[in-house]
């Protein structure tokens, strides 16, 4: 298959990098040129279970020099870059062009829709970890899944395709109509462990330290899930619990990502977790007053970090 991912950094580039050395035609597109150049020169050094190897079938370009239109483009920039990012490719988004999302939080299929029509845009989950070395440099260690379907819910042969190029490439994909459910869990795990880690300057597992950690993380898995339970999305509120439990007393040392875009001084996620959450919570006149108020938390730490 002949896929372009937009936003190659830690996730795109694993995806890239696995699915070209499974034998598709794979164009990295991202804005970071040191980055890019470091592909360009010496191929995408790719760190996995698998090994530690250059992998040097696949093309990284600028969204402006990308022109081949692909079967498949991949989305895997941060949420707050997806409109600008798809604005930059919009040239290769043809009549014929899939466009996948597994991007975390919600809103990612609105997005996309400002670019391709309904039945082509594809939306997802995946569990699968990665980070960003340096340029050129992604390691990913441990295993995940993905989960995909039409954004419609219509099946369609395509998607089952893709599912397949995905599991020939190791990343253990799936297509079921269930995916929302296992979003909104996503979410939900992310609105509770990233914003507090965000506003605290916790690491995960800091977080058992003391009652408030855990008690306030599973106060956002139940509101966040009281939502999505409203809109008759079949999630699993004690389920997401356990996993936010587990991970508080597993994932030691871990800086989730949205303490990371903070510390570094970057914007973060959190209009698309927390944000997107409380919007679609206020349209169904529920009240998230957890959420909401680490929403409001992580948007000042927002304005702190990238003075
Ligand atoms: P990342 O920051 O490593 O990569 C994003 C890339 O997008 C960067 O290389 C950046 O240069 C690029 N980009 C930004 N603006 C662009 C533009 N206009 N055009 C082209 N490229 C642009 O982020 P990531 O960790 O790979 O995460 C990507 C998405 O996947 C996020 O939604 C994240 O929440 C989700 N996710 C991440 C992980 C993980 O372990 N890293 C796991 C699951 C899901």
């Known amino acids: 298959m002949k896929i372009s991912i937009v936003g190659a950094g830690a996730m795109g580039s694993l995806f890239g990098g696995l699915l070209a050395e499974s034998g598709n035609e794979v164009t990295l597109i991202d804005v970071n040129d040191a980055h890019i150049g470091a592909i360009r020169a010496k191929g995408l050094r790719l760190a996995t279970d698998g090994g530690d190897r250059q992998v040097t079938v696949l093309k990284a370009l600028r969204p402006e020099d990308a022109a081949d239109l692909p079967d498949l483009l991949l989305v895997f920039t941060k949420t707050l870059h997806t409109s600008a990012a798809l604005s930059g490719v919009r040239h290769l988004i043809g009549p014929n062009v899939h466009v996948l999302s597994l991007q975390n939080g919600l809103g990612n299929v609105e997005k996309i829709a400002g670019f391709a029509s309904p039945e082509r845009i594809l939306i997802g989950v995946t569990t699968w970890p990665a980070d960003m070395v340096g340029p050129g440099h992604v390691h990913s260690h441990g295993k995940g899944v993905v989960r995909l379907m039409a954004a419609d819910g219509i099946e369609r042969p395509f998607v089952s395709q893709v599912s397949e190029v995905l599991t020939e490439a190791g990343l253990d994909c799936t297509s079921d109509r269930t995916v929302w459910a296992a979003i909104w869990e996503k979410v939900a795990f992310n609105a509770a462990l990233n914003s507090i880690c965000a506003v605290s300057g916790c690491t995960v597992d800091e977080l058992g330290k003391v009652a408030d950690g855990s008690r306030l993380a599973n106060d956002v898995v139940t509101e966040v899930l ?63 007053p957890v959420t909401e108020t680490l929403l409001s938390l992580v948007r000042l730490a927002e304005v702190r970090a990238i003075a």
Not at 232 to 261: E, F, T, W, Y
């Open 226 to 288: 009281s939502v999505a339970l409203r809109m008759g999305i079949d999630v699993d509120p004690a389920k997401c619990r356990a996993n936010v439990a587990s991970a508080i007393a597993q994932h030691i040392g871990h800086k989730p990502s949205m303490l990371q875009d903070i510390l570094a001084g970057r914007r973060t996620e959190v209009e698309s977790i927390n944000g997107a959450v409380v919007a679609a919570a206020g349209r169904l006149s529920i009240e998230l």
